[in-house]
């Protein structure tokens, strides 16, 4: 629970902050291996695909816990859940990296990332619960895209941190150094996120209210499709949040083709940027270009345009719409994409920071839609579409290896573009504002 000063008052400010600083805390150590994978790969004499693993296995350990995550935070209080998350997978961060074989490695990892799923898996339906409840709901967008380009900015300092103490240290202790690094942002949440209403939130109504899937509290009127939505609470019966007609409307929630496609979205971009970033290293550090571990971690810097291009995208969905900015955003990515083919590197690094500009603006329009499209379901559709984007993290990302192995860097390309052009065609028959 939040003890920090107001953290019993709603200040939007203070939601920002420490979503910011959630979204630091836990991607810096979701990613920090990424940039040090060519000296892993040459310590444990294990090919890319394999050392890839140090980054899917966490991934995959996300996926798999998104969901136990937000049982558990309707049970216990968001706040509460993702400062348990935070802690726990920064106390495992500063072990793993030190343990004596791959296998090991991989294991903790998956560990590490099974805590970190706490802070993907309830952000979305926490900011989207405390601005509707406080009347701020025109600030979602804006709002969804400063929690985004908090993950961005944990992504960037996670590789930059790791690949410049590696460069002094080896990579164990760049990797280790980031979670030390991350006990300053998970303190900064703790501190200020403003305080939801804990357990209550499941206890407050019979069979866990409406509240319990991050509804406003001032319930809308019925529903046809979702009959218990706005019912009285005496009448509820077999149409309560426990009836089975309540868990039916829920999961017809998560079953609506918008959502499916959402989440198609998340499973398929983020699937082809982190295959981008786990073989891009190994190709710089490579001929012709034969860059060193700590210059190839400043590579990383491009994520700045995601911190950039998420937080401007609230802006632009107001004044365009969700599915035109997706669509935009998604073909933005691909022409990136198609940059990193060049033989020149700048011109390598220009197609990374255009392509990271799209994945961020992409993702921030997509996992800020889906709390919004499934009102009566908002946590579970948020832990749904964490579960895709995270699998398709750890897929991809692996068989992207798979691709560099056969057929080089432009292997891995083309398998990103036949990822962006299937998500964008699915975005654009599907989705509407």
């Avoid at 991607?27 to 040090?36: D, E, I, N």
């Avoid at 969804?144 to 930059?160: D, E, F, K």
């Avoid at 509820?236 to 079953?255: D, H, I, N, V, Y």
């Amino acid at each position: 629970m939040s003890t920090g000063p107001g953290a019993g008052r709603f200040d939007e400010r203070r939601l920002l902050v420490a979503l910011f600083g959630a979204g630091t805390a836990a991607f810096a150590q979701l990613y920090a291996p990424q940039s040090v994978l060519p000296d892993a790969a040459r310590e444990l004499a294990t090919s890319a695909s394999a050392t890839s693993l140090l980054v899917s296995a966490a991934t995959l350990g996300l996926a798999v816990g998104v969901l136990p995550w937000a049982w558990v935070a309707d049970r216990v209080g968001r706040v509460r859940a993702m400062t348990v998350a935070m802690l726990g997978a920064t106390a495992i961060g500063l072990v793993v990296p030190f343990a004596p074989s791959f296998e090991l490695l991989v294991a903790g990892r998956a560990v590490q990332g099974l805590f970190v799923a706490g802070v993907p898996a309830v952000a979305m339906a926490y900011l989207t619960e405390m601005l509707i409840e406080s009347g701020a709901a025109a600030s979602v967008p804006r709002a969804a895209g400063t929690y985004v380009a908090g993950t961005s900015v944990g992504g960037l300092l996670g590789r930059i941190v790791s690949g410049g103490v590696a460069e002094l240290f080896g990579w164990r202790v760049g990797v280790g150094a980031v979670a030390l690094a991350c006990l300053v942002a998970t303190g900064a949440f703790i501190w200020l996120a403003p305080r939801d209403r804990g357990p209550r939130a499941a206890l407050g109504r019979p069979g866990g209210g409406a509240l319990s899937d991050g509804a406003a509290p001032d319930s809308p009127a019925p529903d046809p499709a979702f009959p218990e939505r706005g019912a009285p609470r005496g009448r509820r019966g077999r149409f309560g949040k426990r009836g089975r007609f309540g868990r039916l409307g829920r999961f017809r929630a998560l079953l609506h083709p918008r959502l499916l496609v959402l989440d198609a979205q998340g499973l398929l971009l983020m699937g082809g940027f982190v295959a981008v970033y786990n073989y891009l290293g190994f190709r710089l550090a490579a001929p012709p270009f034969d860059l060193s571990p700590g210059v190839v971690s400043l590579v990383f810097l491009a994520y700045l345009a995601g911190t950039w291009s998420s937080a401007r995208t609230g802006r632009l969905v107001l004044r365009h719409g969700r599915r035109r900015v997706l669509i935009v955003s998604t073909g933005v990515m691909a022409l990136g994409v198609v940059a990193t083919l060049s033989g020149w590197l700048p011109l390598v690094l220009a197609g990374l920071v255009v392509l990271t500009a799209g994945f961020f603006g992409a993702h921030a329009v997509a996992s800020g839609w889906t709390p919004v499209a499934a009102p009566q379901a908002r946590t579970q559709a948020a832990a749904v579409y964490n579960l895709a984007y995270y699998a398709g993290s750890s897929l991809f990302g692996w068989l992207g290896g798979i691709g560099f192995a056969l057929a080089g860097w432009p292997g891995t390309v083309g398998m990103v573009l036949v990822l962006v052009a299937v998500a964008a065609g699915l975005a654009a028959a599907v989705l509407r504002d």
